[in-house]
């Protein structure tokens, strides 16, 4: 069966370090995404891709980056981790531009201590 | 901007109550809508989803939303909760014109004493 998953699940960082969050669908979805999850925000877009080499900044794309090499891979870069940056980070993809359903991943827990 | 508002942040409800929870949206153009679940330790899933047609849609475990376009809203209802559908409940919205960039509400926390 087709899935998307993620790694690793959970992270524990220090300030100021760089830290590389994984994501892999075999959906072969055009599209994916990337969510922080955050209590009393629900999920915030931060960044998002339609196609290789394509990538686009969400709402809250400060201090991370993201490449698309594939169309399995999204890797999602934070440049120097803040504490701020703690959080639930979710993975989505979707086969459509016109919206389609998102599939998540199992999302990855990383504290920046 | 989009923006999506969901009425209460924590609800709890005994086995076999009705279940509604409230989703609001702030866009005045053509909405896809969509209700996703998260179960305890689980992934994000679709609930059910609005693009067209009848404004009364009916999802999966029992679950179905009403789209009223005047209000702007697409609230969630249950008839009879189970103890099984303790989760997060997401409303979601993306505006046509701006492909998939869907936009979630803060979410709603559903506990149901058995």
């Known amino acids: 069966d087709a899935e998307i998953t993620q790694s690793p699940r959970h992270k524990i960082t220090e300030t100021g370090r760089q830290v590389t969050l994984a994501c892999h669908q075999t959906?072969?979805?055009?599209?994916m995404f990337w969510y922080r999850q955050d209590l009393g925000h629900g999920l915030r877009l931060i960044h998002y891709s339609y196609g290789v080499q394509d990538t686009n900044k969400g709402e809250v794309s400060d201090g991370y980056s993201v490449s698309r090499s594939n169309t399995e891979d999204l890797p999602l870069t934070l440049e120097s981790a803040a504490s701020s940056q703690t959080s639930v980070y979710f993975c989505?993809?979707?086969?459509?531009?016109?919206?389609?359903?998102?599939?998540f991943g199992p999302g990855t827990r990383l504290t920046v201590l | 901007a989009q923006s999506v508002s969901q009425h209460n942040h924590h609800v709890i409800l005994s086995e076999a109550a009705s279940l509604e929870l409230g989703c609001n949206y702030s866009?005045?153009?053509?909405?896809?809508l969509f209700w996703y679940v998260q179960y305890p330790g689980q992934h994000l899933q679709l609930l059910l989803k609005y693009f067209s047609g009848d404004p009364l849609v009916k999802g999966i475990k029992g679950f179905e939303a009403e789209f009223i376009k005047s209000k702007f809203s697409f609230n969630l209802r249950k008839p009879s909760v189970q103890w099984s559908d303790t989760a997060e409940y997401f409303c979601a919205v993306n505006a046509r014109a701006s492909y998939d960039k869907v936009i979630f509400g803060p979410g709603t926390s559903l506990s149901v004493i058995p």
């Open positions: 989505a993809s979707s086969e459509s531009r016109t919206s389609d359903t998102q599939y």
């Open positions: 866009y005045g153009g053509t909405v896809n």
């Open positions: 959906w072969n979805h055009n599209n």
